[in-house]
């Protein structure tokens, strides 16, 4: 590889690091060509892109990113694949289920959001993170259930003042 093609490479990194917002690094060493196209299809069923670079090239993307990084540095060891998500827990959800087969792939390093997570010990926490769409929606239902409330309880508060109205007519009359 010349060093145009490379040029090429890291700028197609960057631009897919910055258009899905959101990227794991896992290595897959070790792995039979059988089992990592495997993977290949689960991701792609899964709506995750996977690409293998050389961390290098990985290092001079992530440089050219927005803000500062430099902590994925460190997982920039052995082989390591890319798997790019616009959904922040997709690439662990995924992960955690691969696992339940074999040992690998081994979560080296995650960009979400411009926040890093480093090491495989951080795969139960991304799982558990909620995407973009789930914290909207709980928002919205947090929004809605004091208004909910309050017309609740006009309404059962409604008949009971008619009830009294009622009563007070029924006196009077």
């Keep these: 590889m010349n060093r145009e093609e490379k040029h ?9 690091m910055q258009e899905f917002g959101n990227f794991y690094i896992a ?6 060509v059988e089992k990592v196209n495997s993977i ?4 792609f069923e899964s709506g995750i892109e996977m690409q293998v670079a050389k961390n290098t090239l ?3 993307a992530i440089e050219g990113l927005e803000g500062d990084a430099s902590e ?36 080296k ?21 909620k995407s973009r769409e789930e914290l909207i929606g709980d928002i919205i239902g947090l929004l809605q259930s004091p208004a909910k409330n309050v ?14 109205v009622k009563t007070l007519q029924e006196r009077e009359g």
């Design 151 to 164: 017309i609740s309880a006009l309404q059962s508060g409604g008949s009971k003042i008619a009830g009294i």
């Design 40 to 43: 290949r299809r689960k991701c």
């Design 72 to 107: 994925i540095f460190v997982a920039l060891k052995g082989q390591s694949a890319l798997l790019f998500s616009t959904v922040g827990n997709g690439p662990a959800k995924l992960i955690k289920a691969l696992r339940k087969g074999s040992d690998k792939p081994v979560l």
């Design 8 to 16: 090429e490479l890291v700028s197609a990194l960057q631009v897919k």
């Design 109 to 129: 390093a995650a960009y979400i959001d411009s926040t890093v997570f480093i090491g495989d010990n951080q795969l139960d926490t991304l799982v558990s993170l």
């Design 27 to 32: 290595d897959t060493s070790s792995l039979s």
């Design 58 to 60: 990985i290092r001079k």
